[in-house]
């Protein structure tokens, strides 16, 4: 394979920034309560509103943040939803301090990104992976009403990940029943997509890559807000994410890219034209 075919291969097989854009016009109705199946043509259309779904507040920014950033700065509307606020991370900082600091951090964050950030009250290391969470996160979908949901992958070392994944699931599905009533009317995920994180690396199998380079200073400037960005619990995320997004951008042929993971189910197709 020639340098020319390598670098056009290599730009064909990322889906690039329109990944991140729901297409307008006919489409395959969804299953009920399921995202919608993809269509030959559907990676071009109007910037779509997009919500990132994170166990603790840093993993919003960190792993899922690139994708927010990018979408919002295309025209959509961004919401960063954390279940917990990530308050057990600190060795040095108890709980009841380093909690607020992680809200403070994620609402200046948003600011910066021009998104919104939103809590649910679970503890770090304790998020439940049952209903009442589930219709929490289902409830959060129906009112911000995002078209892409970002969140954690399944195979995770951590509890609280794994956790998220599971609601995650959960929650897309109740959100878009009709039958089910809640205080918003039912509201259909169009796409759902996986984050790459060092923590959920077992399993995670890209197949989205997304040219963050107009975006990538401001994403690492809203990381820089969260006390532990710089190791300060003891990993080392700004130079782990630089490096990560150096890395996936030259597979990708971009200067700086963030790698995503769709579900088996969304990369089925129904085209009328090949």
């Known amino acids: 394979m020639d340098h020319s075919t390598r670098r056009n291969f290599l730009k064909d097989f990322s889906f690039g920034a329109a990944a991140l854009s729901a297409a307008p016009g006919e489409q395959t109705k969804p299953m009920p309560g399921r995202p919608a199946f993809g269509e030959a043509g559907s990676e071009t259309g109007k910037p779509s509103s997009i919500m990132a779904i994170a166990a603790h507040a840093g993993d919003g920014f960190f792993a899922m943040g690139a994708p927010v950033a990018l979408a919002i700065h295309q025209g959509s509307q ?3 939803l954390s279940l917990s606020l990530g308050e057990k991370g600190s060795a040095t900082i108890p709980p009841e301090r380093y909690g607020p600091m992680q809200r403070e951090a994620s609402e200046r964050a948003a600011r910066l990104l021009g998104a919104a950030a939103a809590f649910l009250p679970y ?7 049952n209903d009442e969470a589930a219709f929490a996160v289902c409830d959060a979908i129906r009112k911000y009403k995002p078209d892409i949901v970002v969140t954690h992958w399944r195979e995770s070392w951590h509890k609280d990940h794994r956790a998220c994944y599971k609601i995650v699931d959960d929650a897309i599905f109740y959100a878009g029943l009709p039958a089910i009533a809640r205080k918003a009317p039912a509201h ?5 997509f996986f984050a790459e994180n ?3 690396a077992q399993g995670f199998a890209a197949d989205t890559y997304l040219d ?3 975006v990538f200073d401001r994403w690492f400037e809203a990381c820089a807000l969260f006390p532990m960005w710089r190791g300060e619990t003891g990993f080392r995320y700004n130079d782990y994410y630089h490096s990560l997004a150096v890395a996936r951008g030259c597979l990708s042929n971009f200067k700086y890219a963030a790698s995503l993971m769709s579900p088996s189910e969304q990369l089925v197709r129904h085209a009328r034209v090949l």
């Open 78 to 80: 961004g919401t960063f």
């Open 123 to 129: 503890s770090d290391g304790e998020i439940p992976a």
């Open 188 to 192: 259909t995920v169009q796409k759902l």
């Open 198 to 200: 060092w923590e959920d």
């Open 212 to 214: 963050i380079t107009p």
